[in-house]
Structures are given as C-alpha cells and as structure tokens.
C-alpha cells in the first residue's frame, strides 16, 4: 500500500490524541484473585466448544500484575493516551447485589495514578462485554430491563471513585456487535441465537437483540445523565459511547444497491447513535420493523437526545452491502465472508459479502470479513459527520489482526502489513479531517495480543507479542513504527525484521 507512506503525525491537529486499546477481559486475567467476582465470561469460557482451541481469559496477559510494566511500554511509545475498560466484577463483584470491592477500585486507582504520573491521559471504557454472572443468573443480563439500573450503579461507582482523574468515559463498549454475537449468533455469553444461525439451546428470535440494545441504550442515558447532573461540571470530563461501525459499499452500482448499503449502515451504526443524537431509533429500522421495535418513551426520549459529547467510533474494514429485496440472499455455503440471515428484517433485507465478481473488496487478514478498505476511513467518518452534524468523534479502535497462517509465518513475525494498514488508515483520517470532520483522536487495537473473546488466542492484533508462558511483551515492529510516528520522525526507518520471538514456528 502506497496509500500511507507519507503520513505523519503534524498532519494531525493539536491535541489530537493518540493511544493504544486493551479491554479488562482480554487483558486481565487474575479471575479468582483478591475478591473479584465471577462475569458471563468466565461461565461461558468454561464450557467446552464455546470458545477457540478451549481457550479463555482466566489468565489471558495477567495484565493484573503486569500493569505498570504495561504504562512503562505506553510511555516508551510516547501514546497521549491508554483506552481501557474497568471490570464490572472486579470492581462490584456481585453486581448492584453486593459490595464495592476495595481491591477493584485500587487497581484501578493504581493504573490511572500511573498513567497520570507518566502523562497519559486515561480514556475509560465503563462496560466492555463482561459483567457480573450473578446479573445473568438472576435476571438474564442485558435482556432485562432492570440491568439498566445495574449498569447506573456500576457507572456512578467509577464517576464517584475515577472521575477526579478521568477526563474521558465512554459508557458502553459496542452495544451492536454484543447484541448481534450474544442474541443472534449465539457466540458471545448467553448464547442465544436466531435462525439461521447455529442451533441454541437458548433464544430464537429477532426480538431478543432488539430488546438487548434497548436496554443497553437506556443503561447509556441513564448514566450520563447521572454524570451530567452530579459529576460532569465538577470533575470537567466528557462521556460518549463507542459503536461498531464496518463502512459498506454497494454490491451494485445502482439505486438498489446503493440502498442496500444506506440500510446496512442504519441497521449497524446508526441503530446505536441515532438514539444518543436524535433520541430515536433510525427511521430506516422504524420504517421496517413495524412494531417489534422497542420504542423510547417521551421521557425516555428526553434522556436519550443529545446523551453524548462525542463519538466513538470502532472501525477496522469494509464489506459490500449486497440487497435481498430484490434478490436473494441464500449465501452459498463455501462463501465464509456471507453473513447469512441478510434477507431478515433484523439485517435490513441487506447482507454483508466480502467480495464482488469472486475478487475480495480488499486484502484478507487474521479475521475473517476484517479486509483492509483504507478508504473506508474516510468513508465512515464522513457518514457519521453527515448524520450527526459533525459531533467530535474519537476512533476508539482500528487495527490489524495478523493472517494466521502458517505459510506466512514471516509476516506473523515481521509485522510490516500492520504497519502499512495505520499509514493508509490514518491518511485517509486526515483527509476527511481535512474535508472539514471533527476527530479528536485515535487509538490502535491494540497494545498488545490479547484474548479475543470466542475466537480465543487465535487472532492477533497486537503492537507486542505475549508470550503466554512467561506474560513477557515483546515488541513488533509495529511498535517500533508507532513510537517514530509519534515522534514525528515517520520517515524513520521502519523495515528492520525483528525476529526475537522465540516459541513460534
Ligand atoms: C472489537 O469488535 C471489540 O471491541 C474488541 O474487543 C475486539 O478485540 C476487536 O474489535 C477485534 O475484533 O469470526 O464470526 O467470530 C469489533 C467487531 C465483531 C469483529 C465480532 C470480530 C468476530 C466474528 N467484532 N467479530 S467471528
């Protein structure tokens, strides 16, 4: 890729933050250690076959005791900022049913104190995937509607213990893809799933992602309204909310599929930003979904308008949007990038493929459907800018996940591709920047490899290898990139092979 070659960091503003992101489950490990609480991850790993090659994150980096090393590696890289979230059963290890763990808070007062001592700035993540199994088992997690005062209480523990510090929030952590692999394709904990995907034990309806994101977009409002009205003008931080967003393209070059890709994008992003705009659900799911679609009451409404001081924006690739109104959409089985199900309301009557013609939309990585689409940055940006009137916007996430494959064990080693997927990444953030959109920063996924929720240790996308039998971080040349980037020095020679990573074949 070409694309990036000449990015450097003073064609970002100033202030512009840069980071690395980690979540608490995929980092933390230390499960059972000093009062924290079992989550729905912790069950759901246990259970054979539900998570890739039996793994789990029961040790994952043993972040928990190795946190200052991990400031240390920040503060080498010269990041402005650390994305992290807190763990919801370390801090209230039995949800609004029990007591605040003095321990939890600690640690979380020990990397934020560190990283403040270091001079990065905290941007917190409150709810990241795990909460407390106590809250599955007593009322079905994000089914019901009164984890929203659960999710309140778990908010205003961190504004209360955090907030003299914390300058950056975001609530939730992608209410779309928990909602899509949770309740439709049964991947992520409960897992529950709908036709046509897998065959549950649990859940089999469209309704039941619907109803999740309602109360998780509730749990939201709520919460900043809290920080609004007791927190926010004395502590002086902001709080926003982190979406999901894949860019799509058409499939077709015509009025059909370019509507397939309008709905694709309104049944993903906007279903979970327009109600912290607008106060509603996008008009394009209203229109389909007739009456299973929970609505906001007029108070709710008033919560949920204008909930937001910023977006946060999770973007990593781009599909097309293929159109199952006219056309169906049966995925043909040796397809692996067909999301089946498109021909569903709940999708839109839109699927998402990665390829056209058999010719895949963009390079494949470690993920599947995570092509490199550098300008579906730019793409992205724009639509969210269009339709929320250019409010900030942070991208929370972008990153590279290595191919797993055995003959390209080089690039495993030598992760150059992840350098040249930031460069043209970035370049085509700074032209919508240029074109007038209101970034405020950017943070790499991630700091280092981690536990990757059911696709377990598998899918790499870190700045530093871990090895797991020694917790040790070790460097890629990504990481060697970053820091030259963040010194402005891109012109830095970046094409040194670091091969020290012993352990891997
Ligand atoms: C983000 O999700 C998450 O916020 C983060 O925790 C995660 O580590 C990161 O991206 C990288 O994935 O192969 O069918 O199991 C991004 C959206 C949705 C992408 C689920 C991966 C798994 C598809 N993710 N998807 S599958």
């Known amino acids: 890729v070409v694309e990036g070659e000449n990015i450097t960091r003073s064609q970002f503003p100033d202030g ?41 994150g029961y040790i994952a980096d043993d972040a928990y005791h190795h946190y200052l090393e991990d400031i240390e590696i920040l503060h080498s890289l010269g990041v402005d900022a650390y994305r992290f979230s807190i763990s919801w059963t370390r801090t209230l290890p039995k949800g609004r049913f029990g007591e605040v763990n003095p321990s939890g808070i600690l640690f979380y007062n020990n990397i934020i104190d560190n990283l403040l001592l270091r001079g990065i700035k905290p941007f917190v993540t409150i709810h990241h995937f795990d909460y407390p199994q106590e809250l599955e088992a007593i009322y079905g997690g994000w089914l019901s509607p009164l984890m929203q005062e659960d999710f309140v209480y778990f908010a205003e523990t961190c504004f ?56 998780m977009m509730l749990a939201h409002g709520k919460a900043v309204k809290v920080y609004r009205e007791r927190f926010q003008a004395k502590q002086g931080g902001i709080i926003g909310i982190t979406a999901n967003a894949y860019m799509y393209e058409p499939l077709t070059d015509d009025e059909i599929g ?22 509603e659900y996008p008009p394009e799911m209203q229109r389909i979904h007739g009456k299973e679609l929970p609505k906001f009451t007029s108070e709710e409404k008033m919560v949920m308008k204008d909930s ?36 569903r309301p709940i999708r839109g009557f839109a699927s998402s493929v990665g390829d056209r013609n058999g010719i895949p939309i963009g390079e494949p990585t470690g993920m599947a459907r995570f092509f490199v689409v550098p300008r579906g940055m730019e793409g992205m ?14 991208i929370t996430e972008n990153g590279y996940s290595s ?9 495993i080693k030598d992760d150059h591709k992840r350098v040249e997927y930031h460069k043209a990444y970035l370049s085509y953030l700074s032209r919508a920047m240029n074109n007038g959109a209101d970034v405020r920063g950017y943070f790499i996924w991630s700091l280092m490899d981690n536990f990757e929720w059911n696709l377990g240790y598998k899918v790499k996308f870190g700045l530093y290898y871990v090895d797991h039998r020694t917790s040790h971080r070790i460097p890629q040349l990504s990481s060697v990139w970053y820091k030259d980037f963040l010194s402005n020095n891109a012109n830095a020679k970046t094409g040194v092979l670091f091969n020290n990573r012993d352990g891997i074949n």
């Open 160 to 215: 209360k213990n955090f907030g003299d510090r914390v300058k950056y929030w975001t609530t939730i952590n992608e209410p779309n893809t928990f909602s899509e692999m949770a309740y439709e394709r049964g991947v992520y904990p409960p897992g529950h799933c709908s036709p046509p995907f897998g065959n549950c034990s649990a859940g089999n309806s469209d309704i039941e992602p619907l109803i999740a994101v309602h109360n």
């Open 258 to 279: 370019k509507a397939a890709a309008e709905r694709l994008l309104a049944f993903t992003v906007a279903w979970v930003l327009d109600p912290v705009v607008f106060g």
């Open 403 to 411: 191919p797993n494959n055995p003959i390209k064990i080089n690039e």
């Open 381 to 394: 940006v724009d639509y969210v800018k269009n339709r929320y009137h250019n409010k900030p916007m942070f």
């Open 16 to 56: 512009f933050l840069f980071g690395a992101a980690t979540s608490a489950y995929q980092i933390e490990g230390a499960y059972l250690e000093d009062g924290r609480g079992l989550s729905n991850w912790d069950v759901f790993c246990s259970t054979n076959g539900n998570i890739a090659d039996g793994g789990n």
């Open 308 to 343: 937001v001081d910023f977006i946060g924006i999770n973007h990593y690739a781009t599909l097309y949007a293929k159109d199952c109104i006219y056309s169906t959409c049966k995925c043909d089985p040796l397809d692996s990038t067909c999301v089946p199900g498109g021909d």
